[in-house]
């Protein structure tokens, strides 16, 4: 019978590659592992996209076995939607980080967008941490996390 075994990674479509790369690379430090643009039928079929050139990147996230895939779907119809947690269908990303306030300081210096401030949590398992909900270029939520010590 099968069954789930373990996640193999997380996946997300954008505007622009190369913006979204300066952002995952270069702003948040993940590890760029592969690059590649593909076209094969499988892609087509898989994707539900006949005659899309699929350009992506494969990214480690630090101190993981985690993998996020960024993904820019060419020659298709696109449109965007709007990404705010509250619309079904969407999500955010979280990362661990080890100071909150710091690293917020830093990425919005660098025009990084942000939903509000650093905050505490006041109730659940992250009680006494702090947390920020980033933007990445397309609007997807990015959540900063620093666990209770």
Known sequence: MGEIIGHH???????DLD???????DQLGLELVLRWNRTAPYIETFSGYPGVDMH?????????????EILEYRNVER????PA???PGTAHL???VDDCDSLYERLTSQGVKSVSRPVTPSIGPNKGGRTVMMLDPDGFRIELLQPPR
């Open 19 to 25: 913006k979204s790369l300066e952002f995952y690379r």
């Open 9 to 15: 990674h997380t996946g997300i479509q954008v505007t």
């Open 94 to 96: 979280a990362f661990r």
């Open 56 to 68: 992506g990147a494969i990214l480690r996230m630090a101190n993981s076995d985690s993998i996020l």
């Open 79 to 82: 449109s965007a939607i709007d």
């Open 85 to 87: 947690t509250a619309n």
